[in-house]
């Protein structure tokens, strides 16, 4: 049994199916390698405070963990106290030089576990690389919101 077609072969059509394999697999890269939410993916647990406060650009942002393990930068570069200044210095001329001389602010997030010690000395390290600090805290209105 032979059915007839009018179909002819033509080489003016493109098959688009590899383009699509491949922006596909680049897309997988691309999502699978970025960092698109620094912050999310460490386990902190910040203080609350009664006041809340207008957000300011985070330039540098600094996490010490209830391990006391310290992340500097975006790429969460882990850092031990004894060359955290130095490590930071190195970052603030880097970021100087990238918004034109301006300070950057240097935004602290501890989690509330870490002993009062460990928060001091790391308090003091970036009081000493930059006068722009700000600390992270949950306001209490987002305490509530949660269990409700």
Not at 108 to 121: H, I, P, Q, T, W
């Amino acid at each position: 049994m032979r059915f007839k077609t009018n179909l002819k072969i033509s080489s003016q059509l493109i098959d688009l199916t590899p383009l699509v394999d491949v922006i596909f697999l680049l897309l997988i890269f691309f999502i699978v390698t970025s960092d698109i939410l620094p912050l999310k993916s460490l386990n902190i647990e910040n203080p609350h405070l009664d006041s809340d406060s207008a957000p300011l650009t985070t330039q540098l942002v600094v996490v010490m963990d209830a391990q006391n393990v310290i992340y500097v930068g975006s790429k969460k570069a882990i850092v031990d106290l004894s060359s955290l200044k130095e490590h930071l210095q190195q970052e603030i001329v880097l970021l100087k030089k990238i918004n034109g001389g301006r300070n950057p602010t240097l935004v602290l997030s501890v989690d509330r576990r870490v002993s009062y010690d460990a928060f001091l000395k790391l308090f003091a390290s970036a009081q000493l690389c930059s006068p722009h600090l700000r600390l992270v805290y949950k306001p209490q209105d987002a305490e509530l919101s949660e269990y409700l």
